[in-house]
C-alpha cells in the first residue's frame, strides 16, 4: 500500500476516534438539566405565555444526538383561568450548534409527542391565543404582547428571531386539541392527531401533512380528516401562503346519510397577520355529485374580522345527489320534478352574522333572487327578501292517488308529521315575493308574504296577492303544542271570479259570480278528522250577477205549481242576482243564521246547517215571489254539500187565482 493512503486511513481513524471520545466526554459531562430555567425563559418569550418543564431534560446520542425534555406546560393568560394552554408529554430535538456560527438558528428533527391541548374563546370574545402568533415572529428578547409575568431571560437572550430559524422536520404525534367556545356554549375536539413537515425555512414553501378525528362534543357524529397542503412562511412580515391545498374527509355518525359519506376540499390563500387580511381563493368542494366553488377575502382579523366573498353551487340534479347520499327521493307527484337546482351569491359577514346578496338560484322551473342574512349561533335567526318568478307547490306534494294502506286520519297525520322536523328549530324572519304560484290547487299571482317562525310556531304574519281578477289578503299561525297543533286563519277576498275559484279549489265549475268573502277561523289536531272536528270560527259571503249551473229553479218552481214548462234547448241554469250569507264554525259545524239572495222573479231567506266531518247538509229556504199574489215556495237542501237532495213545496194562498193554460213563467207568475 503506498504511504499516503496509510497516512490517509490514520488521519481518518483518529478523527473518528477524537470524534467518538468528544462526544462520549460530551455525553457523560454536560447537564442539560442545569440550563432548565435558561429554557423556560426563552420559550416563555417565544411564545408570549408562561413555559415550564416538569419532566428531566436529558441528551440523547442515538439514533443522533438529540435534547429530550418531558412534561411541559404552557399557561393561560390569567383572564381565561388558570387551567393551561397546552400540555407536552415529550420534546425531542436534534440541535445544530455549528449554524450560529453562521448566525442561524437551526435544529435537526423535532419531534413533539402527546401534545394536550384547549383553545377557548370567552363569553365577551376574548381568546387564550391571542398575540402568541406576534410573539413567535418577533422571536426571543422581542416578543410583542408578551404578558407581564413572562419570566426573563436575566441579559442572556439572543437577539436572532426566529425568521431565522430553520428546522429540517416537524413531526406532532398523538395530538388532542379541544376548542371551547363559552359565547356559543359549543365545543369541538381533535384527536389522534399527527402532523408531519418537511424542511421549514423562512421564505421557503415547505409540505405539510395533518391527519386526525375531528367531532363536536354534542354529536355523534364524527369526521377523519386528511390534509396536504404546502406553505410559504415570512415569519418577519408575520405573512402565510398556501397552495395546493387538498383536504379529505370520511364522515360517519348516524345521522350522516347512508351511514358513511366522504367530501373532499381543494384551495390556496394568503394570510397577512401584520396587515389583519386573509384571503382563499379557488376554493372547491366535493360531495356526492354537488360541487361547490367560491373565494373569500377577509380583513381585521381577531374578534372583530370581516369576510366578503362569492359562493356558488354548480347545477345538479337534486334525484342524482339523493340517490348519490343513499337517501330515498320523496314520492312527489311531478315523477319530472327535483331534476335541476343550482345556486349563486355574494357574501360578507362577521363572526355574529352572514348575508348573502345579489342570490340566483334555482329549482326546476322557479328561479329565486334576493338577499338573505343568517346570524351566527346555535338557533340561528334567518332574515330574507326574496322573490321567486313562479312556484307550484302541489307537483311538490304527494301523489292524490297513491297505493297504500293508511286511512285518512293516517295521512293527515303524515303530512303533518313532515312539516315540522324543518320548523321544530327554526328561526327566521322574511318577506316572499312569487310572480306566479300555485298551492293547493289555487293560483295566485304577484304573491307577497311575510314569514316568520320560531321553534314550534310558524306565522304568515301576510300575504297579499292577485287572485281570479280580484285580490287576497290573509295572515295565519300554526302553533304546535305538547298534544296538539293549533291552527288558525284569516283572510279576505274581494272580488273574486267563483266561478274559476271553485273549479281550483273544489274542481266544480257550476256556481259563477263575482264574490266577497271574510274568513276568520281556527281548529286544532294531528290528523283530518279532528282538525274538522275543532273548527271554529266565523265566514261571511257576498255575490253578485251569479249563476248555479245545472238547476233550473223555475222549472222546478213550475212544476211543484203543476205548471207545464215549455223545453228549453239550453242548460239549466239558475240566475242569482246578488246573496249574502253570515256563517258560525262551533265543533266542525257551519250554522248559517241568515242568507238572502234574490233575482228578477224570486227573493230567498234561509238557514241551517252543514256538518263538515259528516258532509252533511240541512237547509231550509223560504223562496218569496217577486210578483204579488203568488205564495211563497219552500226548499229543502239534504245529505252532500256537492250534490244535494232537494225538496220543493208550494204554499198555495187561498185567494190565490189558479193558473190559466195560457200562463208562462214570462208572465212572473212561477217564480224564478
Given at each position: 500500500?503506498?504511504?499516503?493512503?496509510?497516512?490517509?486511513?490514520?488521519?481518518?481513524?483518529?478523527?473518528?476516534?477524537?470524534v467518538?471520545?468528544?462526544?462520549?466526554?460530551l455525553?457523560?459531562?454536560?447537564?442539560?438539566?442545569?440550563?432548565?430555567?435558561?429554557?423556560?425563559?426563552?420559550?416563555?418569550?417565544?411564545?408570549?405565555r408562561?413555559?415550564?418543564?416538569?419532566g428531566?431534560?436529558?441528551?440523547?446520542?442515538?439514533?443522533?444526538?438529540?435534547?429530550?425534555?418531558?412534561?411541559?406546560?404552557?399557561?393561560?393568560?390569567?383572564?381565561?383561568?388558570?387551567?393551561?394552554?397546552?400540555h407536552?408529554?415529550?420534546v425531542?430535538?436534534?440541535?445544530?450548534?455549528?449554524?450560529?456560527?453562521?448566525?442561524?438558528?437551526?435544529?435537526?428533527?423535532?419531534?413533539?409527542?402527546?401534545?394536550?391541548?384547549?383553545?377557548?374563546?370567552?363569553?365577551?370574545?376574548?381568546?387564550?391565543?391571542?398575540?402568541?402568533?406576534?410573539?413567535?415572529?418577533?422571536?426571543?428578547?422581542?416578543?410583542?404582547?408578551?404578558?407581564?409575568?413572562?419570566?426573563?431571560?436575566?441579559?442572556?437572550a439572543?437577539?436572532?428571531?426566529?425568521?431565522?430559524?430553520?428546522?429540517?422536520?416537524?413531526?406532532?404525534?398523538?395530538?388532542?386539541?379541544?376548542?371551547?367556545?363559552?359565547?356559543?356554549?359549543?365545543?369541538?375536539?381533535?384527536?389522534?392527531?399527527?402532523?408531519?413537515?418537511?424542511?421549514?425555512?423562512?421564505?421557503?414553501?415547505?409540505?405539510?401533512?395533518?391527519?386526525?378525528?375531528l367531532?363536536?362534543?354534542?354529536?355523534?357524529v364524527?369526521?377523519?380528516?386528511?390534509?396536504?397542503?404546502?406553505?410559504?412562511?415570512?415569519?418577519?412580515?408575520?405573512?402565510?401562503?398556501?397552495?395546493?391545498?387538498?383536504?379529505?374527509?370520511?364522515?360517519?355518525g348516524?345521522?350522516?346519510?347512508?351511514?358513511?359519506?366522504?367530501?373532499?376540499?381543494?384551495?390556496?390563500?394568503?394570510?397577512?397577520?401584520?396587515?389583519?387580511?386573509?384571503?382563499?381563493?379557488?376554493f372547491?368542494?366535493?360531495?356526492?355529485?354537488?360541487?361547490?366553488?367560491?373565494?373569500?377575502?377577509?380583513?381585521?382579523?381577531?374578534?372583530?374580522t370581516?369576510?366578503?366573498?362569492?359562493?356558488?353551487?354548480?347545477?345538479?340534479?337534486?334525484?342524482?345527489?339523493?340517490?348519490?347520499?343513499?337517501?330515498?327521493?320523496?314520492?312527489?307527484?311531478d315523477?319530472?320534478?327535483?331534476?335541476?337546482?343550482?345556486?349563486?351569491?355574494?357574501?360578507?359577514?362577521?363572526?355574529?352574522?352572514?348575508?348573502?346578496?345579489?342570490?340566483?338560484?334555482?329549482?326546476d322551473?322557479?328561479?329565486?333572487?334576493?338577499?338573505?342574512?343568517?346570524?351566527?349561533?346555535?338557533?340561528?335567526?334567518?332574515?330574507f327578501?326574496?322573490?321567486?318568478?313562479?312556484?307550484?307547490?302541489?307537483?311538490?306534494?304527494?301523489?292524490?292517488?297513491?297505493?297504500?294502506?293508511?286511512?285518512?286520519?293516517?295521512?293527515?297525520?303524515?303530512?303533518?308529521?313532515?312539516?315540522?322536523?324543518?320548523?321544530?328549530?327554526?328561526?327566521?324572519?322574511?318577506?316572499?315575493?312569487?310572480?306566479?304560484?300555485?298551492?293547493?290547487?289555487?293560483?295566485?299571482?304577484?304573491?307577497e308574504?311575510?314569514?316568520?317562525a320560531?321553534?314550534?310556531?310558524?306565522?304568515?304574519?301576510?300575504?297579499?296577492?292577485?287572485?281570479?281578477d280580484?285580490?287576497?289578503?290573509?295572515?295565519?299561525?300554526?302553533?304546535?303544542?305538547?298534544?296538539?297543533?293549533?291552527?288558525?286563519?284569516?283572510?279576505?277576498?274581494?272580488?273574486?271570479?267563483l266561478?274559476a275559484?271553485?273549479?281550483?279549489?273544489?274542481?266544480?265549475?257550476?256556481?259563477?259570480?263575482?264574490?266577497?268573502?271574510?274568513?276568520?277561523?281556527?281548529?286544532?289536531?294531528?290528523?283530518?278528522?279532528?282538525?274538522?272536528?275543532?273548527?271554529a270560527?266565523?265566514?261571511?259571503?257576498?255575490?253578485?250577477?251569479?249563476?248555479?249551473?245545472?238547476y233550473?229553479?223555475?222549472?222546478?218552481?213550475?212544476?211543484?205549481?203543476?205548471?207545464?214548462?215549455?223545453?228549453?234547448?239550453?242548460?239549466?241554469?239558475?240566475?242569482?242576482?246578488?246573496?249574502?250569507a253570515?256563517?258560525?264554525?262551533?265543533?266542525?259545524v257551519?250554522?248559517?243564521?241568515?242568507?238572502?239572495w234574490?233575482?228578477?222573479r224570486?227573493?230567498?231567506?234561509?238557514?241551517?246547517?252543514?256538518d263538515?266531518a259528516k258532509?252533511?247538509?240541512?237547509?231550509?229556504?223560504?223562496?218569496?215571489?217577486?210578483?204579488?199574489?203568488?205564495?211563497?215556495?219552500?226548499?229543502?237542501?239534504?245529505?252532500?254539500?256537492?250534490?244535494?237532495?232537494?225538496?220543493?213545496?208550494?204554499?198555495?194562498?187561498?185567494?190565490?187565482?189558479?193558473m190559466?193554460?195560457?200562463?208562462?213563467e214570462?208572465?212572473?207568475?212561477?217564480?224564478?
Amino acid at each position: 500500500m503506498k504511504r499516503w493512503h496509510i497516512w490517509a486511513l490514520g488521519l481518518v481513524g483518529a478523527l473518528i476516534v477524537a470524534v467518538a471520545g468528544s462526544v462520549t466526554w460530551l455525553y457523560v459531562s454536560f447537564n442539560p438539566d442545569a440550563y432548565r430555567s435558561r429554557i423556560e425563559a426563552l420559550a416563555s418569550q417565544s411564545v408570549g405565555r408562561q413555559v415550564r418543564i416538569d419532566g428531566p431534560i436529558a441528551l440523547d446520542l442515538l439514533p443522533f444526538p438529540a435534547v429530550r425534555l418531558e412534561s411541559i406546560e404552557v399557561g393561560n393568560p390569567s383572564d381565561l383561568g388558570k387551567s393551561q394552554l397546552a400540555h407536552i408529554a415529550r420534546v425531542r430535538v436534534a440541535p445544530r450548534p455549528l449554524a450560529l456560527l453562521a448566525g442561524r438558528l437551526a435544529v435537526g428533527a423535532v419531534t413533539i409527542s402527546g401534545l394536550r391541548m384547549v383553545l377557548a374563546r370567552g363569553a365577551h370574545g376574548q381568546d387564550n391565543w391571542d398575540g402568541i402568533i406576534d410573539a413567535l415572529a418577533a422571536g426571543p428578547g422581542q416578543s410583542l404582547g408578551a404578558p407581564s409575568h413572562t419570566a426573563a431571560l436575566d441579559g442572556s437572550a439572543t437577539d436572532l428571531p426566529l425568521a431565522s430559524l430553520s428546522v429540517s422536520a416537524l413531526e406532532i404525534n398523538d395530538a388532542d386539541i379541544r376548542y371551547v367556545d363559552l359565547a356559543r356554549q359549543q365545543t369541538w375536539e381533535w384527536s389522534a392527531g399527527r402532523l408531519q413537515t418537511g424542511r421549514m425555512t423562512d421564505g421557503a414553501p415547505f409540505r405539510l401533512e395533518v391527519s386526525g378525528k375531528l367531532r363536536r362534543a354534542d354529536s355523534a357524529v364524527r369526521a377523519e380528516v386528511f390534509l396536504m397542503t404546502r406553505i410559504e412562511p415570512h415569519l418577519a412580515d408575520r405573512f402565510y401562503r398556501f397552495s395546493h391545498l387538498n383536504l379529505n374527509l370520511l364522515v360517519d355518525g348516524n345521522s350522516v346519510p347512508g351511514g358513511l359519506q366522504e367530501a373532499s376540499v381543494s384551495a390556496s390563500g394568503e394570510a397577512d397577520f401584520a396587515a389583519g387580511r386573509y384571503s382563499l381563493a379557488d376554493f372547491l368542494m366535493q360531495s356526492g355529485g354537488l360541487a361547490v366553488t367560491g373565494k373569500i377575502d377577509g380583513k381585521r382579523l381577531g374578534a372583530h374580522t370581516h369576510y366578503s366573498g362569492r359562493l356558488t353551487i354548480k347545477p345538479f340534479s337534486p334525484r342524482s345527489v339523493l340517490a348519490q347520499f343513499r337517501i330515498a327521493p320523496p314520492l312527489i307527484r311531478d315523477t319530472a320534478a327535483l331534476a335541476h337546482a343550482g345556486f349563486d351569491a355574494q357574501f360578507e359577514g362577521n363572526e355574529e352574522r352572514v348575508r348573502f346578496k345579489q342570490i340566483a338560484a334555482e329549482l326546476d322551473q322557479s328561479h329565486l333572487t334576493g338577499m338573505a342574512t343568517v346570524a351566527m349561533s346555535d338557533d340561528p335567526l334567518v332574515g330574507f327578501d326574496l322573490r321567486l318568478d313562479r312556484l307550484d307547490v302541489d307537483r311538490y306534494l304527494p301523489p292524490e292517488d297513491r297505493a297504500d294502506t293508511t286511512t285518512a286520519d293516517d295521512d293527515g297525520a303524515q303530512r303533518l308529521g313532515q312539516l315540522w322536523p324543518a320548523l321544530e328549530k327554526s328561526r327566521f324572519d322574511g318577506t316572499l315575493r312569487v310572480g306566479a304560484l300555485k298551492a293547493a290547487g289555487l293560483s295566485l299571482a304577484d304573491a307577497e308574504a311575510r314569514i316568520k317562525a320560531r321553534p314550534d310556531e310558524a306565522e304568515l304574519a301576510s300575504l297579499t296577492a292577485a287572485a281570479y281578477d280580484g285580490r287576497l289578503s290573509a295572515s295565519g299561525r300554526i302553533q304546535r303544542k305538547v298534544d296538539t297543533t293549533r291552527y288558525m286563519l284569516t283572510a279576505e277576498m274581494r272580488h273574486i271570479a267563483l266561478g274559476a275559484f271553485m273549479s281550483d279549489l273544489a274542481r266544480d265549475q257550476r256556481f259563477t259570480g263575482m264574490a266577497d268573502i271574510d274568513l276568520d277561523i281556527a281548529t286544532q289536531g294531528d290528523n283530518d278528522t279532528a282538525l274538522g272536528q275543532a273548527l271554529a270560527g266565523q265566514a261571511s259571503v257576498s255575490v253578485t250577477d251569479a249563476r248555479l249551473a245545472g238547476y233550473d229553479l223555475d222549472q222546478a218552481v213550475a212544476r211543484a205549481r203543476g205548471k207545464s214548462m215549455p223545453p228549453s234547448d239550453s242548460a239549466p241554469v239558475t240566475p242569482i242576482e246578488a246573496l249574502a250569507a253570515n256563517l258560525t264554525f262551533d265543533h266542525g259545524v257551519a250554522r248559517t243564521t241568515h242568507m238572502a239572495w234574490q233575482n228578477d222573479r224570486l227573493r230567498g231567506e234561509g238557514e241551517g246547517r252543514y256538518d263538515l266531518a259528516k258532509d252533511a247538509l240541512d237547509y231550509q229556504f223560504q223562496l218569496m215571489p217577486r210578483s204579488q199574489g203568488r205564495a211563497p215556495a219552500r226548499l229543502r237542501l239534504t245529505g252532500s254539500l256537492v250534490y244535494p237532495d232537494a225538496e220543493l213545496t208550494i204554499e198555495r194562498r187561498r185567494d190565490e187565482p189558479p193558473m190559466s193554460s195560457g200562463e208562462s213563467e214570462a208572465d212572473g207568475d212561477a217564480g224564478s
